[in-house]
């Protein structure tokens, strides 16, 4: 389970976690609160479904939203600067995308999907994913993948690398 790793991880070097889901719909938030003592290291989250969520919210500047969009490099960093802000988290971990079936556009296929992590003293990443499966998959794996870059994140805050 990762979702412990990532837990005995935040645990170890004394960091609170929070998320901003989108595309996810809280299954972020759902397989971190799996884990008994989460509360130890997970502050919380936001579902920013809406972009007038993500705008009010979280944050997003409009200037994103009605440029580049919700689903977006630019959105997904902002929605973690936004969460980490908004709930006085050390790291912060955004989803944002299309699971499908519906909601592509020219250049925004089905299954893409952007993760965003910050740390709030000037670490930021984003990933870019194109998923293949259906919506309940499309989730699945971009929530897996969401919990890969935050363990990356803590291996390598706890090796010093």
């Not at 997003?60 to 969460?83: I, K, N, R």
């Amino acid at each position: 389970m990762l979702e412990k790793t990532v837990g005995e991880k935040l645990m170890k070097l004394g960091l609170k976690l929070a998320s901003a889901e989108s595309c996810t719909g809280g299954l972020v938030g759902d397989r971190v609160t799996n884990v008994p003592g989460s509360s130890e290291y997970y502050l919380g989250g936001v579902i920013s479904y809406d972009n007038s969520v993500k705008q009010n919210i979280l944050q997003v500047p409009a200037e994103v939203l009605t440029t580049v969009g919700a689903v977006s490099e630019q959105c997904a960093v902002a929605m973690a600067h936004g969460a980490l802000k908004l709930v006085g988290a050390d790291l912060a971990v955004s989803t944002t995308g299309i699971a499908g079936p519906g909601g592509a556009t020219p250049g925004k296929p089905v299954g893409l999907v952007y993760i965003g992590l910050v740390d709030g003293k000037g670490f930021e990443r984003c990933e870019r994913y194109i998923w293949a499966g259906d919506r309940e998959t499309n989730k699945a794996l971009s929530v897996e993948a969401a919990l890969k870059m935050i363990d990356q994140y803590l291996s390598e805050k706890i090796t010093g690398s």
